[in-house]
């Protein structure tokens, strides 16, 4: 099982980045998939989750009203399209797959891309 995140960068507070993750040697729509982040000396924390058919998504209290996860399974692909960002969201983004039917709990979550960096100047 492959995930590969791509779409980070470098943005100023208040800007957009869009964020996507391509899964592949597993059936991509039978999983619920989620984005975690990770900053410098902090623990790697939960952003957002959706169900296999994308029918429900869950958001850290952090990014709610900010952020948008949505998936494409014709193109085994996720996306997480994040707005008005501020410094704090500066972290290397994960994605992941999960055998619940979805989960904030990181080790529920199976596989992992290598993660994208995104970075927020102030």
């Known amino acids: 099982v492959q995930l590969v995140e791509s779409g980070g960068g470098l943005v100023q507070a208040g800007g957009s980045l869009r964020l996507s993750c391509v899964v592949s040697?597993?059936?991509?729509?039978?999983?619920?998939m989620g984005w975690f982040r990770q900053a410098p000396g902090k623990e790697r924390e939960f952003v957002a989750s959706?169900?296999?058919?994308?029918?429900?998504?869950y958001y850290a209290d952090s990014v709610k009203g900010r952020c948008t996860i949505s998936r494409d399974n014709t193109e085994n692909t996720l996306s997480l399209q994040m707005n008005r960002l501020k410094p704090e969201d500066a972290a290397v983004y994960y994605c992941?797959?999960?055998?619940?039917?979805?989960?904030?709990?990181?080790?529920?979550?199976?596989?992992w891309g290598q993660g994208t960096q995104v970075t927020v100047s102030s």
């Open positions: 992941a797959t999960t055998y619940k039917p979805w989960s904030v709990d990181r080790a529920s979550y199976d596989y």
């Open positions: 040697g597993r059936p991509f729509s039978n999983y619920a």
């Open positions: 959706i169900t296999w058919s994308g029918g429900n998504t």
